[in-house]
């Protein structure tokens, strides 16, 4: 392939401004990357953040391309890549972060190492809005809190990106799961197959109704601030596990001391920013892709559709908050 070819890509040039569509030099895969040629481009809260100029901790200053989440199709594989062959589907929460290249572009250089299969049974614009959700959900259920059957959970926010994943992780896993949510949110949650809980239901009320006042085994916190404090007093007594995904505020230990209970904070992005456990993000994915096919994974959807050239308006309706599930830019 020619290195001097260009492609499409939408741009951050300033934070604050619009999103620009460009035409960019095209990547080339340097050792141990494949040039993934991008179906899909998932988007995330974080990407509506960058542009805005906020989201520090992300790393990634303008002039960039944002987007975290792609699946796409291998065209050329770099030096040193085992595991992967042109023509091959492929996805992961590859960029976006970091001074990394995102997704908003018709090809990146992606580190073999992040991507995995994608799944045989779902089309790329599906399999664009699982990644940085699912590894979220997964390194916090699993990595964190060893999540197991008999076990019970409670999802904050359950029809979320992160939440919709850890509720299916956990049932999928054998778990007893509830999750809250609002009430036009209810058929999603139950659809899940987690028991729905009024988001605006007190604590106290929720934790005497579903576990007999002793609390559940491990709670998923998807939100911070004041759900986050409130998750520690729904932990149970001695042994009970909170995680949480935006554990970034201050907050009291006393109530979870007091119950003998452990926290657990995950930070997604690491991988991304410090190039260290890449491997296992790759790993993750493969094993999305197992649950995917065996039917027992899919994302909550957005009804509404983009292109490239519509990034802007996607990241607004992201932004929004009235999405109703995951929000995809079609690339190719």
């Known amino acids: 392939m020619n290195a001097n070819a260009t ?49 520090g901790h992300a790393r990634h ?19 040193g890549v085992e595991g992967f062959q042109a023509g091959d589907a492929v996805y992961g929460m590859t960029g976006g972060v970091g ?18 299969h994608a799944p045989a049974t ?26 197991r059957e008999g076990q019970s959970v409670l999802v904050i926010a359950g029809a979320g990106g992160v939440g919709s994943m850890a509720v299916q992780l956990a049932v999928g896993r054998g778990a007893h799961v509830y999750a809250t949510g609002s009430r036009v949110q209810r058929a999603i949650i139950e659809g899940l197959r987690a028991t729905w809980i009024d988001r605006d239901a007190p604590i106290s009320e929720v934790v005497d109704a579903h576990t007999a006042g002793e609390g559940f085994d491990i709670v998923y916190d998807t939100l911070g601030g004041a759900t986050l404090d409130a998750s520690f007093v729904a932990a149970r007594r001695y042994g009970g596990h909170v995680v949480s995904s935006l554990g970034w505020g201050t907050h009291a230990l006393a109530p979870l001391s007091f119950r003998a209970a452990t926290y657990s904070g995950v930070f997604t992005l690491m ?14 994915m493969a094993e999305a892709t197992k649950l995917v096919d065996a039917g027992k994974l899919r994302p909550v959807m957005s009804s509404q559709r983009f292109t490239l050239a519509e990034g802007n308006a996607a990241l607004d309706l992201v932004e929004g908050g009235k999405a109703g599930g995951k929000v995809v830019v079609l690339v190719d």
């Open 99 to 116: 001074g990394v290249q995102g997704s908003l572009a018709q090809y990146a250089a992606v580190d073999a190492r992040l991507l995995a």
């Open 7 to 55: 492609m499409s890509a939408l741009r951050l040039d300033a934070a604050g401004k619009p999103l620009v569509l460009s035409t960019v030099e095209r990547p080339v895969a340097g050792p141990g990357e494949v040039l993934v040629r991008i179906t899909a481009a998932g988007l995330n809260p974080l990407d509506g953040k960058i542009r805005a100029g906020q989201g």
């Open 271 to 284: 991988p991304l920013l410090t190039g260290k456990g890449r491997e296992h993000h790759g790993a993750i």
């Open 61 to 79: 200053p303008a002039p960039a391309i944002l987007g975290i989440d792609m699946a796409g199709t291998v065209e050329v594989v770099g030096a």
């Open 122 to 147: 779902l089309p790329p614009i599906e399999a664009a809005a699982l990644p940085l959700a699912f590894i979220t959900a997964w390194e916090g259920l699993v990595d964190r809190a060893n999540v």
